[in-house]
């Protein structure tokens, strides 16, 4: 079951303990984030998350009803692929809310006011979904991905290039290496000099030979991990999550098992939620991931 959450920015904090309860009760949530592109790119993801979702959640506020709203936007792709809402699309709105203000694509549909525990509520109505079969229910992302399976061959690949991040590495590990060789270099043939200018020349020394050797010995690592090219395998893009230094990308596989990578390659890095596809991993780490044809109704 897939759940796209629509909000404006200003109702972030809600919408995120929201998502955190759909996946705690076991749903695939996408809300969107600031990693998304910008531009057409960040439009073509959003539209193409909300083609792949099963429900759709829509935070009524001021602020996501304001003309020019991106949240309205994205009730325009919900509208576009369920002319009629009812049993796709839950309106959340704040207490005592006019329901004249909605849109006229929700007026028909039996908003949810926000009392008490909201996110409870919600996820209690995706169950609902679920188990009347709405929204694509019948179909959970183990289904999904054995029937794309049936439909797709697996793509042949030659070993992967290793991202050139890693060479960099080495080559910034070298230079601090080299940094620290040379300043040992100078320190010495300056000749003896007062304890607390030693003490300074020798941290000049250490310090740098130390961090390169760390970095270069880190690089290697993971150019061992991950130089080899690795078979296709069948996945579902559950979720990504970003940390200060890369993204992690949750990946459902073909054997059934959830795993999460880090995405070290450009296509792998940009993957999202909902896409399925054949993922290139080697090491626990994310090479590469090749989105597949999207299945038509027919094929459902």
Request: positive net charge; charged residues 20%; aromatic residues 8%.
């Amino acid at each position: 079951m897939r759940v796209f959450l629509s909000y404006a920015r200003e109702d972030r904090a809600r919408a995120e303990t929201i998502r955190s309860a759909l996946h705690a009760a076991g749903f695939d949530c996408f809300l969107d984030t600031t990693s998304l592109p910008f531009g057409q790119e960040y439009n073509a993801r959003i539209s193409q998350a909300v083609a792949g979702a099963d429900l759709f959640v829509f935070l009524v506020s001021g602020a996501a009803l304001e003309p020019g709203s991106y949240a309205l936007t994205e009730l325009s792709f919900a509208e576009n692929k369920w002319r009629n809402p009812a049993g796709y699309v839950l309106p959340v709105v704040p207490a005592d809310f006019d329901a004249g203000r909605l849109p006229a694509y929700l007026r028909p549909v039996n908003a949810l006011p926000i009392r008490g525990n909201i996110e409870a509520q919600i996820v209690d109505w995706v169950r609902q979904r679920v188990e009347k079969g709405g929204g694509g229910g019948e179909e959970t992302p183990e289904l999904r991905l054995a029937r794309w399976l049936r439909l797709n061959q697996r793509p042949f690949r030659k070993a992967r290039k290793l991202p050139a991040r890693y060479l960099a590495s080495v080559v910034v590990g070298v230079g601090f290496v080299g940094f620290g060789i040379l300043a040992s270099s100078l320190f010495s043939e300056m000749g003896p000099a007062p304890a607390g200018v030693d003490a300074f020349a020798g941290a000049m020394t250490i310090v740098p030979i130390l961090i390169g050797a760390l970095v270069v010995l880190s690089a290697i690592v993971q150019t061992i991990r991950g130089a080899a090219g690795t078979n296709a395998v069948g996945a579902l893009v559950l979720d990504r999550s970003e940390r200060k230094h890369g993204i992690t990308v949750h990946l459902l596989l073909a054997d059934g098992s959830r795993k999460g990578y880090d995405a070290v390659g450009r296509s792998a890095s940009n993957v999202y939620a909902g896409e399925i596809g054949w993922a290139f991993v080697k090491g626990g780490m994310l090479l590469d991931f090749e989105a597949g044809p999207r299945t038509t109704s027919a094929e459902r």
